[in-house]
Nanobody, 119 residues
Framework: QVQLVESGGGLVQAGESLRLSCAAS????????MGWFRQAPGKEREFVAR????????VYADSVKGRFTISRDNAKKSVYLLMNSLKPEDTAVYYC????????????WGQGTQVTVSS
């Protein structure tokens, strides 16, 4: 069974940085796309970033492009989201997710980790 466990969230001031981690198990990690989504209060869950499995091509939401960096360590079966220059509007619960191919839906989710950015 697929298990995803996010960590690294917290309370920071605007302009500071955080690195989120997602520990994966229960599947062939290196062959799967990995992604990060977030959900802010009163808003729908939105895409943040993804990184490929068969390759390491990355895609970012416009709102985080240039500030966030997604990466993966296949040996550790982990995916990371380095968040720089954080803004109050980045405040949300951040979720890790996975899919076998880009044509497949994001099929598994972690429990989420809270990121709160104060002004």
């Amino acid at each position: 069974q697929v298990q995803l466990v996010e960590s690294g969230g917290g309370l920071v001031q605007a302009g500071e940085s955080l690195r989120l981690s997602c520990a994966a198990s229960g599947f062939s990690f290196s062959n799967y796309d990995m992604g990060w989504f977030r959900q802010a209060p009163g808003k729908e869950r939105e895409f943040v970033a993804r990184i490929g499995g068969s390759n390491i091509a990355t895609v970012y939401a416009d709102s985080v492009k240039g500030r966030f960096t997604i990466s993966r360590d296949n040996a550790k079966k982990s995916v990371y989201l380095l968040m720089n220059s954080l803004k109050p509007e980045d405040t949300a619960v951040y979720y890790c997710t996975t899919r076998i191919l880009p044509s497949f839906p994001w099929s598994s989710w972690g429990q989420g980790t809270q990121v709160t950015v104060s002004s």
